[in-house]
């Protein structure tokens, strides 16, 4: 049992170490955390609440693959997505800033915006670190297009999806 605490606060450490994001995000992950998820959302706009249907998606590992069931959703504008951790965590939720359909800076804002306060950083949902932990994303306001997301702690191992939204 104190050898899965010590691998649990080791796993948190080197994960930290390695989050990453931006090279500005050592600074601002120190105290002023709260400040930029304040801000982002007052300059993209309101964060706006699901106004229709909730969708689930598993977060599931099993130590051979590491992967969200379903990979592939397509949804409504205004629908909303919970992410649940079933298997193996630590799990995120993070959309790839890169990818075309997030070129589009109001897009890119509403989905942030729309992850709420308790991000790790843009665009990415904070680590769930418990079986059964869920995260939950609103899709209003958000224009039509295919987004792409990923596990970070697992994206090497491919864990990734994709949220149609029409």
Known sequence: ?????VM?????????ACGGGSKDAAPAASTPAAAPAAEAPAAAGAALPITG??????MIGDGNAY????ADLTIKAGDGIKFTVVSIPPHNVAFDVAQPGLA???VKAQIDANMGPNKMGELSS???????????????GVKPGKYLFNCTP?????????????
């Open 126 to 140: 904070p680590l769930l670190l418990n079986i059964g932990d869920a995260y939950t994303i609103s899709f209003a």
């Open 67 to 70: 992967k969200f069931e379903p």
């Open 1 to 5: 049992m104190r050898f899965l605490g």
């Open 8 to 16: 649990l606060v080791s796993s948190a450490v080197v994960l930290g």
């Open 154 to 166: 697992h994206l090497a191992m491919n864990m990734k999806g994709s949220v149609t939204v029409q």
């Open 104 to 106: 589009d800076a109001a």
């Open 53 to 58: 249907k909730t969708w689930e998606v598993k």
